[in-house]
């Protein structure tokens, strides 16, 4: 094989590579026995047939085959030789087949360009003092609370916030709906709705007038004026718990203060997890900003794509070029931060282990409530989904090991006069 490799840029190189004649006819004559020993020819017993009767009837369905199998063959060969990684797939420019004549192919690679001068120790980041006050701890206990809390039959008037369960009639339409429930004061619902059931009690009877707004999420409501008329089945109203040592035990805490303490730890990481998460922004934006990145062009379009194809699954309706523009630089900026971390997981030697894949699997699974199985079926379905899953689990371990290195320059009102700390 012969080849010649130009550099394009610095991030694409074109490849000439020329497969020797005999190399092919080779192929293709074997190609053409194989079929012979056993293709029924009039004339001839299997295997019989001259070679020139067969490749009159077979040689060009051969010959496409024989090159089908040596383009990839001869395109793995030549970028293995040339210590070429390509990061997308080659783009064939040019075929020259004729038979008993070497064959020669032209084919584009983009690679990832090389970084000279990697800047990533002692980046500057944002320290924050984490503060947890009394009232973060009370409006966690209160939202506890109000889970812990049920609603519970009442037999007397209906208050706001009541839970009423209604049989009524849709005059207009004579339509009946049965056991409908209704919380009475919801702002989604029309005010004169609740207005008419307040004060009544169960086995009372209710007839209101109500505008449906244009919104109203019933579309066989909406923008409607509309008489319901109907009976009361049931009243429930919200029976608050108790926040005390019985509350805490079930729980699983030894009393209310235990309770108040593994609350106030909760909350304090929750807010460092936060902060750390806008550290990491930070240093995002410091680490790709201090290079200077060639982009390669399909590594951009495949970033674009994708982010393109997020938001229309969003929104079916959003203009693709609008959001082609719009996303133009996270693409670039994301493809220019993953080059730059393979580059110094690669000088640094970060690699993830198998386990360390089957706790991520497990770890994720979990928190969406199916098995590890189901989970490889759905996102990790063949080598490919699986490489690029570990090939972003490199990555975030190699943004921990920057994150690390990282200089913590405390907040102050002078950014001048930030306080530095090491950690």
């Not at 919380?183 to 307040?198: F, H, M």
């Not at 240093?283 to 590594?299: F, M, N, R, T, Y």
């Not at 993953?338 to 928190?367: F, H, R, W, Y």
């Given at each position: 094989?012969?080849?010649?490799?130009?550099?394009?840029?610095?991030?694409?190189?074109?490849?000439?590579?020329?497969?020797?004649?005999?190399?092919l006819?080779?192929?293709?004559?074997?190609?053409?026995?194989?079929?012979?020993?056993?293709?029924?020819?009039p004339?001839?017993?299997?295997?019989?047939?001259?070679?020139?009767?067969?490749?009159?009837?077979?040689?060009?369905?051969?010959?496409?085959?024989?090159?089908?199998?040596?383009?990839?063959?001869?395109?793995?060969?030549?970028?293995?030789?040339?210590?070429?990684?390509?990061?997308?797939?080659?783009?064939?420019?040019?075929?020259?087949?004729?038979?008993?004549?070497?064959?020669?192919?032209?084919?584009?690679?983009?690679i990832?360009?090389?970084?000279?001068e990697?800047?990533?120790?002692?980046?500057?980041?944002?320290?924050?003092?984490?503060?947890?006050?009394?009232?973060?701890?009370?409006d966690?206990l209160?939202?506890?609370?109000?889970e812990?809390?049920?609603?519970?039959?009442v037999?007397?008037?209906i208050?706001?916030?009541?839970?009423?369960?209604?049989?009524?009639?849709?005059?207009?339409?004579?339509?009946?709906?049965?056991?409908?429930?209704?919380?009475?004061?919801?702002?989604?619902?029309?005010?004169?709705?609740?207005?008419?059931l307040?004060?009544?009690?169960?086995?009372?009877?209710?007839?209101?007038?109500?505008?449906?707004?244009?919104?109203?999420?019933?579309?066989?409501?909406?923008?409607?004026?509309?008489?319901?008329?109907?009976?009361?089945?049931?009243?429930?109203?919200?029976?608050?718990?108790?926040?005390?040592?019985?509350?805490?035990?079930?729980?699983?805490?030894?009393d209310?203060?235990?309770?108040?303490?593994?609350?106030?730890?909760?909350?304090?990481k929750?807010?460092?997890?936060?902060?750390?998460?806008?550290?990491?922004?930070?240093l995002?934006?410091?680490?790709?900003?201090?290079?200077?990145?060639?982009?390669?062009?399909?590594?951009?379009?495949e970033?674009?794509?994708?982010?393109?194809?997020?938001?229309?699954?969003?929104?079916?309706?959003?203009?693709?070029?609008?959001?082609?523009?719009?996303?133009?630089e996270r693409?670039?900026?994301?493809?220019?931060?993953?080059?730059?971390?393979?580059t110094?997981?690669?000088k640094?030697?970060?690699?993830?282990?198998?386990?360390?894949?089957?706790q991520?699997?497990?770890?994720?699974?979990n928190?969406?409530?199916?098995?590890?199985?189901?989970?490889?079926?759905?996102?990790?379905?063949?080598?490919?989904?699986?490489?690029?899953?570990?090939?972003?689990?490199?990555?975030e371990?190699?943004?921990?090991?920057?994150?690390?290195?990282?200089?913590?320059v405390?907040?102050?009102?002078?950014?001048?006069?930030?306080?530095?700390?090491?950690?």
């Amino acid at each position: 094989m012969q080849k010649t490799v130009e550099d394009i840029n610095s991030t694409k190189k074109r490849f000439t590579v020329e497969v020797p004649a005999d190399v092919l006819e080779k192929r293709i004559t074997d190609a053409l026995r194989n079929i012979g020993r056993n293709a029924r020819i009039p004339g001839f017993r299997p295997g019989k047939a001259p070679l020139s009767l067969l490749e009159k009837r077979y040689g060009k369905e051969v010959e496409s085959d024989v090159l089908e199998k040596i383009i990839p063959e001869y395109y793995l060969k030549a970028i293995k030789e040339a210590n070429v990684v390509p990061v997308s797939p080659p783009v064939f420019e040019n075929y020259d087949f004729k038979r008993r004549e070497p064959f020669r192919m032209t084919f584009t690679v983009e690679i990832r360009p090389k970084i000279e001068e990697l800047n990533y120790e002692g980046i500057e980041v944002t320290e924050e003092e984490i503060v947890v006050t009394d009232q973060d701890v009370e409006d966690t206990l209160e939202r506890l609370k109000l889970e812990k809390s049920s609603y519970e039959p009442v037999e007397g008037e209906i208050e706001n916030d009541d839970l009423v369960m209604v049989d009524y009639e849709v005059v207009e339409e004579e339509k009946k709906v049965e056991n409908q429930f209704i919380k009475v004061g919801s702002e989604i619902l029309p005010e004169d709705i609740s207005l008419a059931l307040k004060g009544k009690k169960k086995g009372d009877d209710f007839e209101v007038t109500a505008d449906f707004p244009e919104d109203f999420a019933n579309k066989n409501f909406a923008g409607k004026k509309l008489t319901l008329k109907g009976t009361i089945k049931e009243v429930k109203r919200l029976k608050l718990a108790t926040i005390d040592d019985d509350f805490a035990k079930d729980l699983g805490y030894e009393d209310v203060e235990k309770l108040r303490e593994a609350v106030r730890e909760s909350i304090e990481k929750a807010k460092r997890e936060l902060l750390e998460n806008k550290q990491k922004g930070e240093l995002i934006d410091k680490l790709v900003a201090s290079h200077q990145i060639d982009v390669p062009e399909g590594l951009f379009k495949e970033e674009l794509d994708m982010l393109v194809r997020g938001e229309k699954q969003k929104d079916p309706q959003a203009d693709e070029e609008e959001l082609r523009e719009k996303l133009k630089e996270r693409a670039e900026k994301t493809v220019k931060l993953n080059m730059l971390l393979d580059t110094i997981a690669e000088k640094q030697g970060i690699d993830i282990t198998n386990d360390e894949v089957k706790q991520k699997i497990a770890e994720l699974s979990n928190s969406m409530y199916i098995t590890p199985e189901h989970f490889m079926k759905l996102y990790l379905p063949n080598e490919e989904a699986m490489y690029m899953f570990r090939q972003n689990l490199i990555r975030e371990k190699t943004l921990d090991f920057i994150f690390e290195k990282t200089k913590r320059v405390k907040k102050s009102d002078n950014p001048e006069e930030g306080e530095k700390t090491d950690e």
